[in-house]
């Protein structure tokens, strides 16, 4: 199979168009036509070289398409099925999976390791070339193919930009409020960064009935946005003391602070904004080489909880339906989160736009 897309072969380097060889898919995979495709910070910093990869590769990993094809052994999806992926493709029945934690499964482990499916070979070739897989979907190519773990099959009548933003910004962030964070009714949140992870953390917050929901961010015209989708107080951290003021609002701390930005001083600002025995969520992707300090005593002495959420630590088989269901139900606001459409040729224009600090999300309309 042909396929039109994005390829980075030199780090920092603008992404080139090309015309790549598709190879049908082997046992367990699928072939997807991609119809929308959206645009993540995290790829932005795998690009830069910030996060381990091999090159040259595919990126992308939010997307939805259609399935084209299918593999021996496939169950579950069929040709012609609408499909959302999600970037951990998972086996099923390890310790991980059966504990309803299939983002921690080794497959997804090697998968995004390697940069090259199960059987250690890539379906991605420019010419002689290989080409790698990018957490296991290189969403930037007109068709890729998956494990048939990472196609979860969506109702088609939903209006696909939408749907493709579920597949990390939506699970990443109401995924970390619901799963690994467990808020409670009452409970006091602040959403650190309020882009489009952050604002579904803000999202996740307000439909587990958290109050305060305190965003945090250095754009005005975010926190703006983030109050739109249900925050009760913003905090414009270029001109406040962040833990200051949400010690002001909140009384002794906040119960949870999430962290969505991948910054290791916006986590040790957390623990300085969270109450005795409160929690800090880290949910951004920073930099392979960061690292924040803790004053053990002090952890110790308060019993606070620094936590990390892995793609929302969700169990993407039950939480896509429930979060559509949420959806069609009006309780989330997913359609107003895609702010900003490019298609494939202008990708690198919307990176740079991303890099410039958006509202919402950006998704590029692949076919």
Same mark, same amino acid.
């Given at each position: 199979?042909?396929?039109?897309?994005?390829?980075?072969?030199?780090?920092?380097?603008?992404?080139?168009?090309?015309?790549?060889?598709?190879?049908?898919?082997?046992?367990?995979?699928?072939?997807?036509?991609? /119809?929308?495709?959206?645009?993540?910070?995290?790829?932005?910093?795998?690009?830069?070289? /910030?996060?381990?990869?091999?090159?040259?590769?595919?990126?992308?990993?939010?997307?939805?398409?259609?399935?084209?094809?299918?593999?021996?052994?496939?169950?579950?999806?069929?040709?012609?099925?609408?499909?959302?992926?999600?970037?951990?493709?998972?086996?099923?029945?390890? @310790?991980?999976?059966?504990?309803?934690?299939?983002?921690?499964?080794?497959?997804?482990?090697?998968?995004?390791?390697?940069?090259?499916?199960?059987?250690?070979?890539?379906?991605?070739?420019?010419?002689?070339?290989?080409?790698?897989?990018?957490?296991?979907?290189?969403?930037?190519?007109?068709?890729?193919?998956?494990?048939?773990?990472?196609?979860? /099959?969506?109702?088609?009548?939903?209006?696909?930009?939408?749907?493709?933003?579920?597949?990390?910004?939506?699970?990443?962030?109401?995924?970390?409020?619901?799963?690994?964070?467990?808020?409670?009714?009452?409970?006091?949140?602040?959403? &650190?960064?309020?882009?489009?992870?952050?604002?579904?953390? &803000?999202?996740?917050?307000?439909?587990?009935?958290?109050?305060?929901?305190?965003?945090?961010?250095?754009?005005? !015209?975010?926190?703006?946005?983030?109050?739109?989708?249900?925050?009760?107080?913003?905090?414009?951290?270029?001109?406040?003391?962040?833990?200051?003021?949400?010690?002001?609002?909140?009384?002794?701390?906040?119960?949870?602070?999430?962290?969505?930005?991948?910054?290791?001083?916006?986590?040790?600002?957390?623990?300085?904004?969270?109450? @005795?025995?409160?929690?800090?969520?880290?949910?951004?992707?920073?930099?392979?080489?960061?690292?924040?300090?803790?004053?053990?005593?002090?952890?110790?002495?308060? !019993?606070k909880v620094i936590k990390g959420s892995l793609y929302g630590s969700?169990?993407?088989?039950?939480?896509?339906?429930?979060?559509?269901?949420?959806? @069609?139900?009006? /309780?989330?606001?997913?359609?107003?989160?895609?702010?900003?459409?490019?298609?494939?040729?202008?990708?690198?224009?919307g990176f740079h736009d991303l890099h410039g600090g958006q509202l919402g999300r950006s998704i590029?309309?692949?076919?």
């Open positions: 199979m042909r396929s039109r897309a994005a390829v980075l072969y030199e780090w920092g380097a603008p992404l080139e168009i090309r015309e790549i060889d598709v190879a049908e898919p082997r046992q367990g995979e699928v072939a997807v036509r991609v /119809k929308v495709a959206g645009l993540c910070h995290s790829d932005l910093s795998v690009m830069e070289g /910030k996060i381990p990869q091999e090159l040259p590769f595919v990126p992308g990993h939010e997307a939805v398409g259609r399935i084209e094809a299918v593999g021996p052994g496939v169950t579950g999806v069929a040709v012609g099925d609408v499909v959302l992926m999600v970037y951990r493709a998972a086996c099923g029945t390890c @310790r991980y999976c059966a504990r309803g934690r299939p983002a921690l499964c080794a497959m997804a482990v090697q998968i995004r390791g390697t940069g090259r499916l199960l059987d250690g070979t890539t379906r991605y070739h420019d010419g002689e070339r290989d080409l790698h897989h990018f957490s296991g979907v290189s969403a930037f190519s007109e068709i890729i193919v998956v494990p048939a773990s990472a196609a979860i /099959k969506v109702d088609d009548d939903l209006p696909l930009e939408a749907v493709a933003v579920i597949g990390c910004a939506v699970l990443t962030g109401f995924g970390a409020v619901v799963n690994a964070a467990d808020v409670q009714p009452g409970e006091s949140a602040v959403v &650190v960064g309020t882009g489009g992870v952050g604002l579904n953390v &803000v999202q996740g917050c307000r439909v587990s009935g958290a109050n305060p929901i305190i965003a945090v961010d250095t754009a005005e !015209e975010k926190l703006a946005m983030a109050r739109e989708f249900g925050a009760t107080h913003a905090i414009l951290a270029t001109e406040e003391d962040v833990a200051a003021r949400v010690h002001e609002i909140t009384g002794d701390g906040a119960d949870y602070v999430f962290e969505a930005v991948g910054a290791p001083s916006l986590v040790e600002m957390g623990l300085t904004a969270v109450r @005795r025995g409160g929690t800090v969520v880290v949910i951004g992707a920073p930099a392979a080489s960061a690292q924040f300090a803790v004053n053990q005593l002090a952890l110790l002495s308060q !019993e969700s169990n993407f088989w039950r939480d896509v339906p429930t979060i559509i269901a949420l959806w @069609r139900a009006g /309780k989330l606001d997913i359609d107003r989160l895609v702010q900003n459409r490019y298609r494939l040729d202008d990708i690198n224009q590029v309309e692949m076919s």
